[in-house]
């Protein structure tokens, strides 16, 4: 028999009353009008090479928003002719004796998914909505569905009082992290050995899991983007950069901090304290109404402006990013949204279509902030040889770069800095994560 993953039921300290808000909320911003919205939770995914196992289960984050169920094969449906709260109705499937017997799973409360079939043939003509995973039922308006999960996506993006505390949660669980993993980092230590011990204390602190794969990169592993951490030790004068975050109750924090093993050089501290002031400047401009992609940019011209008082490049800081030179050393958006998942509700607001800048390109959104939105502020400054060796860019940025002092520095690796930051209705964001010192010591 198939061994599934595990079907935990995450805490989502949510009440019947106010799952019933959310959905009536959500179902005001859905243009629906008749049709019929099906949301499916999705299945467990096996491994390829038959092993009787699968990857964890997940429910699909639209599902999980509006049931707070993790709920293999459920599907949540809702007919806006029925009221936005009576109109819902959530199917799911009967816990088998053998799922009792080997994952310890139990029923979750619901209608039998067999009920599912009566409930749409009475309804035998409208047209369907597909959202989340999608549900084995033949008739799904691709259109209508299109429109919808734009709606919904962007109805998803304020946080309520219960997903902002979720947060909050995930935090509290990574700043204790961090500050174990500075306890034991010292030349030496490998990188996998600081994610052992970053990771051990985010469970330790009440994680469920991790919100994304660790990423622990030293020396000139910082400047890869995405790094995984390997049996690689410290070296003395190391960048170490290390952009992680504790997952609670399905919601993450997504938090980078960029150190130096022993002693940072002149050049290093300067790197470093360009990040960080873009970091805090950029953060103080997420307020309501601003536009993401303008403050991606200044923040793009804030890290410029540092670069050429370091004498790395030459010529004004607006004049270098209308010309896209800062994607040499910042080759990645702002930051994006993050809860539900680390790129929850990214995306553009709607109606906009991408944009075709080639600077622009790599920005995970395109929209203007508004109250109780959760995004990374996450600015970085890299020494990437792939970007820095390219001759096409070199030509391109001759004059540009200081390029026999890039050549310096090309294996330094890099800097990266980043924030949880919570719009708030007037003023200045707060820092969901600010009990994580930025200070390079
Ligand atoms: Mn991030």
């Not at 017997?101 to 619901?110: F, L």
């Not at 995306?347 to 279509?353: C, F, I, N, Q, S």
């Not at 060796?389 to 026999?404: E, Q």
């Amino acid at each position: 028999m198939r061994r599934a993953a595990r079907f935990v039921t995450m805490p989502v300290n949510m009440t019947p009353e106010s799952l019933r808000q959310r959905r009536a909320r959500i179902a005001a911003a859905l243009p629906l009008e008749n049709a019929l919205l099906l949301i499916g939770a999705g299945f467990p995914v096996p491994l390829p090479e038959g092993s009787d196992q699968a990857y964890p289960f997940r429910s699909h984050a639209e599902y999980f928003h509006l049931t707070g169920a993790e709920c293999a094969g459920g599907v949540l449906a809702f007919d806006p002719r029925d009221g936005a709260s009576a109109g819902w109705r959530s199917f799911v499937p009967l816990v088998t004796e053998a799922e009792r017997v080997w994952e310890g799973r139990t029923q979750v409360a619901g209608t039998p998914l067999a009920d599912l079939e009566p409930w749409l043939a009475a309804r035998r003509g409208r047209p369907i909505a597909m959202l989340g995973a999608r549900v084995a039922h033949p008739g799904c308006d691709e259109e209508i569905s299109l429109r919808v999960r734009e709606a919904l996506t962007h109805a998803r993006r304020p946080k309520d009082d219960h997903e902002i505390d979720a947060i909050r949660r995930a935090a509290a669980a990574t700043a204790p992290g961090y500050a174990k993993l500075r306890e034991v980092l010292r030349p030496g230590v490998t990188e996998r050995a600081l994610q052992i011990e970053l990771e051990a204390e985010f469970f330790r602190q009440g994680a469920d899991r991790t919100g994304y794969g660790s990423i622990v990169g030293t020396g000139s592993n910082s400047a890869i983007l995405h790094f995984e951490p390997s049996a690689r030790a410290v070296q003395a004068g190391d960048f170490v950069l290390v952009d992680a975050g504790a997952e609670v109750g399905r919601y993450v924090a997504d938090v980078t901090r960029t150190y130096v093993a022993g002693q940072p050089t002149a050049f290093q501290r300067d790197l470093y304290q360009v990040v960080l002031q873009a970091e805090e400047r950029a953060i103080a401009r997420c307020v309501v109404g601003a536009e993401w992609k303008a403050v991606h940019l200044a923040a793009a011209e804030d890290l410029v402006a540092g670069l050429v008082q370091m004498g790395v490049m030459h010529g004004k800081p607006a004049s270098l990013v209308e010309q896209e030179a800062h994607t040499l050393f910042f080759p990645h958006g702002l930051g994006h949204m993050v809860g539900l998942g680390v790129r929850d509700g990214s995306g553009r607001a709607p109606g906009r279509v991408k944009d075709p800048r080639l600077s622009l390109r790599t920005l995970r959104m395109d929209l203007p902030l508004a109250a109780d939105y959760v995004l990374t502020v996450e600015p970085g400054l890299y020494f990437i040889p792939a970007l820095l060796n390219d001759p096409a860019r070199r030509a391109r940025f001759s004059d540009c770069v200081n390029w026999p002092l890039v050549d310096q520095h090309l294996h330094l690796g890099g800097v990266r800095i980043e924030d949880d930051v919570l719009i708030n209705s007037s003023g200045a964001p707060e820092i969901l994560t600010r009990a994580i010192p930025k200070r390079l010591e």
